[in-house]
């Protein structure tokens, strides 16, 4: 298993609840999120970026 830092742009919703949902769902396209936060909003633009850390499943050797 390893560890990986990422960041994503994530485009703000209408609800917190529908917010959430979309940050775990482009996390969960990276590999299991262990913890994220978002770190800053463009209100301009209306998006959020959202720093994680995930883990991937190391090929099998």
Same mark, same amino acid.
């Given at each position: 298993?390893?560890?990986?830092?990422? *960041? !994503?742009?994530?485009? %703000?919703?209408?609800?917190?609840?529908? %917010?959430?949902?979309?940050?775990? !769902?482009? %996390?969960? =396209?990276?590999?299991?999120?262990?913890?994220? !936060? $978002?770190? *800053?909003?463009?209100?301009? =633009?209306?998006?959020? $970026?959202?720093?994680?850390?995930?883990? %991937? =499943? *190391?090929?099998?050797?």
């Amino acid at each position: 298993m390893t560890t990986h830092f990422i *960041s !994503a742009e994530i485009t %703000l919703e209408e609800t917190p609840a529908q %917010l959430q949902a979309a940050i775990e !769902a482009e %996390l969960a =396209k990276q590999g299991e999120p262990l913890r994220w !936060a $978002i770190t *800053s909003v463009n209100v301009q =633009k209306q998006t959020a $970026i959202v720093e994680a850390v995930v883990t %991937l =499943k *190391s090929p099998p050797t």
